[in-house]
């Protein structure tokens, strides 16, 4: 299989708190990008990091990348109830042709109030 | 604007029967993709379509034709459904540039289970 591994597979926090989630993959890529998945409903993107880049920054999101080690990571600050839902890492690879993306097996965050 | 609509939302099948999933989007996306997303696996591809009239085949191919006679539409087939195929189908398009780092836009799902 091609695809990412994301750890943990699941991670159960209080409310305030931060959460940081990990992701593996196994090629070259052109970007990296994250998604969240509410239960019951499709996946919303948050985040794109390109291969080039080494931390980026979206409200309460930092996303960082390490290319040598293949490897990303999702930390959402101070977090909300709101915030309970999966979250999943893509990547797109280097040099494809179409934007084919490989989706990683999620982590399932449970805020608590 | 209401994005990627998938229809229906929910259908039990028997073996061997076959049916046909509907996707379509407002956003005048030139790309669009069908996936299965089973428990522990993500979202796997299933084929895509870089434009009207173009299908490809992606990591899961078997089991399922697509056909993309409009721009707007992206219909996902099976032709003899078979207990494997259960899964949730998720349909997503997205807008090409030559960097390719446009999000791909999701829609609710269609839950399938086969009999």
């Known amino acids: 299989s091609q695809q990412g591994e994301e750890d943990p597979q699941a991670l159960s926090i209080q409310e305030g708190e931060n959460a940081t989630m990990n992701c593996s993959y196994k090629?070259?890529?052109?970007?990296l990008q994250w998604y969240r998945q509410n239960s019951g409903r499709g996946l919303v993107h948050l985040i794109l990091?390109?291969?080039?880049?080494r931390e980026k920054h979206s409200g309460r999101l930092r996303v960082t990348l390490d290319t040598s080690k293949k490897s990303s990571s999702l930390l959402i600050t101070a977090s909300r109830a709101a915030d309970t839902a999966s979250y999943f890492c893509?990547?797109?690879?280097?040099?494809?042709?179409?934007?084919?993306?490989?989706f990683g097996t999620g982590t399932l965050l449970a805020v608590q109030p | 604007n209401a994005g990627v609509t998938q229809t229906p939302k929910f259908r039990v099948l028997k073996t061997g029967q076959s049916m046909t999933l509907l996707c379509a989007q407002d956003?005048?996306?030139?790309?669009m993709y069908w996936y299965r997303q089973d428990p522990g696996m993500g979202l796997r591809l299933i084929h895509y379509s870089v434009g009207e009239g173009t299908t490809a085949k992606g990591e899961v191919p078997d089991g399922y034709n697509v056909s993309r006679l409009k721009k707007q539409n992206f219909l996902l087939g099976l032709e003899s459904a078979a207990p494997s195929q259960t899964s949730v189908y998720f349909c997503?398009?997205?807008?090409?540039?030559?960097?390719?780092?446009?999000?791909?836009?999701f829609g609710d799902g269609t839950r399938l289970s086969i009999l």
């Open positions: 990091i390109r291969s080039n880049e």
């Open positions: 893509a990547t797109l690879e280097k040099g494809g042709a179409t934007n084919k993306l490989i």
């Open positions: 997503a398009s997205s807008w090409v540039q030559g960097n390719f780092d446009q999000p791909q836009h």
């Open positions: 956003m005048n996306h030139e790309y």
């Open positions: 090629t070259s890529i052109n970007n």
